[in-house]
């Protein structure tokens, strides 16, 4: 049982490159969320998939698409990499909760540090 | 500004002493997290609380959410260089309707402890 696995674990970009991160979780869960950490900021959600097949905006989603591969996977891709996007990436899975206030714990992965030059 | 203010921003202390942590809202609180991060990894789950007037303790952690369910504190009693790291508090405050879980993320405590 790896709970969430996260790859690449280190990445540098040149500005207007491409590239896709990797998230996929074990838990059978059915949410799953990608965050950026920078400092000062504590973690803002970009995008988040409540279930399989659908994927919804977070905070900062400007830059950045999603897919919901299946249950398992949930992938963010960067079009076109820009200095404002040099971060930690970390995507997160929880559970299906029991309505508000009664949320599933999330669980984070390891975390992707993304330097865009 | 945050919606979600943690206070200290940053805290050393030295070994044995002990410490509160702040997570403030200005908005109800549904559903409240505590996380630990050391540097370069991942969040480590700590404590989750979901009734005002919670209290749940683990070793030698203990958070507690208000009555009001707006602000939630993370006490560590006698503290060890072990509990040096980022300290996250966490929070479903997005108001209306269904938050499929998301979270809004305080800013994060930075923690030394020094033997």
């Known amino acids: 049982n790896a709970g969430v696995t996260q790859t690449p674990k280190f990445q540098v970009l040149k500005t207007g490159q491409s590239m896709t991160l990797q998230c996929a979780q074990d838990m059978n869960h059915n949410s799953m969320y990608w965050y950026r950490q920078d400092p000062g900021m504590g973690l803002r959600l970009i995008y988040y998939?409540?279930?399989?097949?659908?994927?919804d905006k977070g905070e900062v989603p400007n830059g950045y698409n999603v897919s919901r591969l299946n249950k398992r996977e949930f992938s963010l891709r960067l079009e076109s990499a820009a200095p404002s996007q040099t971060s930690v990436y970390f995507c997160a899975s929880s559970g299906l909760g029991q309505g508000r206030g009664y949320q599933e714990t999330q669980y984070f992965g390891p975390g992707t540090r993304l330097l865009v030059l | 500004s945050q919606e979600l203010e943690q206070s200290p921003q940053s805290l050393i202390v030295q070994e044995g002493k002990n410490l509160t942590i702040n997570c403030t809202s200005s908005?109800?609180?549904?559903?409240l997290y505590w996380y630990k991060q050391k540097y370069g990894e991942g969040l480590i789950f700590l404590m989750m609380?979901?009734?005002?007037?919670e209290e749940k303790s683990h070793e030698k952690i203990t958070a507690k959410l208000d009555e009001k369910k707006q602000q939630s504190s993370l006490h560590i009693t006698a503290s060890q260089p072990s509990h040096a790291g980022i300290y996250l508090c966490?929070?479903?405050?997005?108001?209306?309707?269904?938050?499929?879980?998301?979270?809004?993320f305080g800013q994060g405590t930075i923690l030394t402890v020094h033997p």
């Open positions: 998939s409540a279930s399989e097949g659908t994927t």
């Open positions: 966490g929070a479903d405050i997005i108001a209306g309707g269904t938050s499929y879980g998301k979270l809004t």
């Open positions: 908005k109800t609180l549904y559903g």
């Open positions: 609380l979901q009734k005002g007037g």
